[in-house]
Nanobody, 123 residues
Framework: QVQLVESGGGLVQAGGSLRLSCAAS????????MGWFRQAPGKERDFVAT????????DYRDSVKGRFTISRDNAKNMVYLQMNSLKLEDTAVYYC????????????????WGQGTQVTVSS
């Protein structure tokens, strides 16, 4: 029933910006913590950012702090990831996810996932 759909990925040059969007439907509860993860070819799925149900608390992996901003608009059932100063190592498929329980830094703590959107950063 729950469906998450990411959009906004693409090909950008290093130093450029993208804004990823995640549209949520069929929510099982009125509010959920949400997260963004990414997976590069041959790599594990890594935590990127998370945001509390009302947007009051955010957290990021160290490598994106100061460059990425996670936000949400609960009235529209949307969550966003603004990505600035993109680097080659940011290249990955980016997934949004709905939090269930446990540490929000681990993908196993999220129980619903979008299909992913490709972000490719070129030099």
């Amino acid at each position: 029933q729950v469906q998450l759909v990411e959009s906004g990925g693409g090909l950008v040059q290093a130093g450029g910006s993208l804004r990823l969007s995640c549209a949520a439907s069929g929510l099982t509860s009125p509010n959920n913590r949400m997260g963004w993860f990414r997976q590069a070819p041959g790599k594990e799925r890594d935590f990127v950012a998370t945001i509390s149900w009302n947007g009051g608390t955010t957290d990021y992996r160290d490598s994106v702090k100061g460059r990425f901003t996670i936000s949400r608009d609960n009235a529209k059932n949307m969550v966003y990831l603004q990505m600035n100063s993109l680097k080659l190592e940011d290249t990955a498929v980016y997934y949004c996810a709905m939090y269930r329980s446990g540490s929000p830094y681990y993908f196993s703590s999220y129980n619903y996932w979008g299909q992913g959107t490709q972000v490719t950063v070129s030099s």
